[in-house]
């Protein structure tokens, strides 16, 4: 079993920033990717931003210069930084993970979820 556990959501007024954190534990070999999706309501879940353990990263057009990731593979965390918010960034992010397991097992996981909210 992996578990994700995100942290760092919340409110924040437009043009804030917010940085989110997902870290991932278990008996884990290697994650080849770690990524963020979101889904507001009454939309589809979509990806916002990945990074595989190679380094090469990609964004969603929609907040392509506002948003980075970033990944610890030392600590198996990664890292979103969302600057200049916008109303329609306000959704649940989810952190996800594909990787394989000390046992051999492949895995993809997903975290619990974490609230943003961009509102003045």
């Known amino acids: 079993q992996v578990q994700l556990v995100e942290s760092g959501g919340g409110l924040v007024q437009p043009g804030g920033s917010l940085t989110l954190s997902c870290a991932a534990s278990?008996?884990?070999?290697?994650?080849?990717?770690m990524g963020w999706f979101r889904q507001a309501p009454g939309k589809q879940r979509e990806l916002v931003a990945s990074?595989?353990?190679?380094?090469?990263?990609n964004y969603a057009d929609s907040v392509k210069g506002r948003f980075s990731i970033s990944r610890d593979n030392a600590k198996n965390t990664v890292y979103l930084q969302m600057n200049n918010l916008r109303p329609e960034d306000t959704a649940v992010y989810y952190c996800?993970?594909?990787?394989?397991?000390?046992?051999?097992?492949?895995?993809?996981?997903w975290g619990q979820g974490t609230q943003v909210t961009v509102s003045s």
């Open positions: 996800n993970a594909v990787g394989v397991t000390k046992s051999a097992q492949n895995f993809r996981s």
């Open positions: 278990g008996s884990i070999l290697s994650i080849y990717i």
């Open positions: 990074m595989p353990s190679g380094g090469m990263t």
